[in-house]
């Protein structure tokens, strides 16, 4: 090998390297029904955009689908992905174990839920008027879900299922009173699963309490933290991260209407001593 022929490769490597797209990943749906993260991933996007100039081109990959909220955590901490970002409700654990960007991804909105219901049981629900009431019935939770854990503590029974698509006809079924979901995600699901039969979403009661979301990621991605931190503050400030959120989950909030609902409060304890500055870009849909 001649020393121009050396040289010419090693210009063409450091160029590759050097001008290369910085490689994301955002997690996949876990069925083609599954609307949950199209909002995450243009989030993302949005982030990675506002930052393009001063960190360089991007791209921003899939994961596998079908991977649960456990096993979504397994591939952050073992580095599966590069730069995966996933979003998850808070808790000391992952806070402890992941690096996270703090912004509340859904601003706040996903702790207030509304229920899919069966036909059978959404007359019980009309009747529910307090929260030992509300308490003998069942509700329908995932595996790995933080709800269920805040549920658990306060004394509510629960049914589980290690799958997200199945729980819409497992209530239908009578499986479980009620299956519990953000009012910024109700009416996506309720357009994807209306077909099911017997299944209804419920239009009496509300159960509130704090979920904040965050995205996090393997301690190891430091850049890509301050990146996408930094990528969401400036889409916060110039408005188009609001103009996605609205976008996005204006119209579900209002089809969850809950303003005319009874609304039971409760606490969650997991995220007691957590710094809670990020409520500041929080959204209170009751003082809409």
């Not at 994807?192 to 039969?197: L, Q, T, Y």
């Not at 609205?246 to 809950?258: D, G, P, V, W």
Request: proline share 4%.
């Amino acid at each position: 090998m001649t020393l121009k022929i050396a040289f010419s490769l090693l210009c063409l490597i450091f160029f590759e390297t050097a001008f290369s797209d910085t490689v994301f990943t955002y997690r996949e749906k876990e069925s083609p029904s599954d609307t949950r993260y199209e909002y995450d991933r243009r989030l993302l996007e949005l982030a990675l955009q506002k930052t393009e100039k001063k960190y360089g081109t991007f791209q921003l990959n899939p994961t596998k689908p079908g991977s649960n909220e456990k096993r979504v955590i397994v591939e952050a901490l073992s580095g599966t992905y590069e730069n995966f970002f996933f979003k998850s409700s808070i808790t000391p654990e992952l806070i402890e174990s992941l690096a996270y960007v703090s912004f509340p991804v859904d601003r706040g909105v996903v702790g207030y839920r509304v229920a899919f219901t069966s036909k059978k049981n959404r007359p019980l629900l009309k009747e529910t008027k307090t929260l030992e009431q509300l308490k003998q019935l069942t509700i329908l939770q995932g595996v790995g879900w933080l709800d269920a854990e805040i549920l658990a503590q306060q004394g509510f029974k629960l049914t589980l299922s290690g799958y997200y698509d199945p729980m819409f006809k497992m209530v239908a079924r009578d499986r479980a009173h009620l299956f519990l979901r953000g009012i910024n995600e109700v009416l996506d699901e309720w357009e994807a699963h209306k077909h099911i039969e017997n299944l209804v979403v419920d239009d009496s009661i509300v159960v509130q309490y704090p979920l904040p979301r965050f995205f996090f990621t393997n301690k190891a991605n430091k850049k890509a933290v301050k990146r996408i931190t930094e990528g969401i503050l400036i889409a916060y400030n110039d408005g188009s991260l609001i103009q996605l959120w609205e976008e996005k989950y204006r119209t579900s909030i209002e089809f969850a209407n809950i303003k005319n609902r009874r609304i039971f409060r409760l606490n969650n304890p997991l995220i007691d001593g957590i710094d809670s500055s990020y409520q500041q870009y929080n959204f209170d849909p009751l003082a809409d």
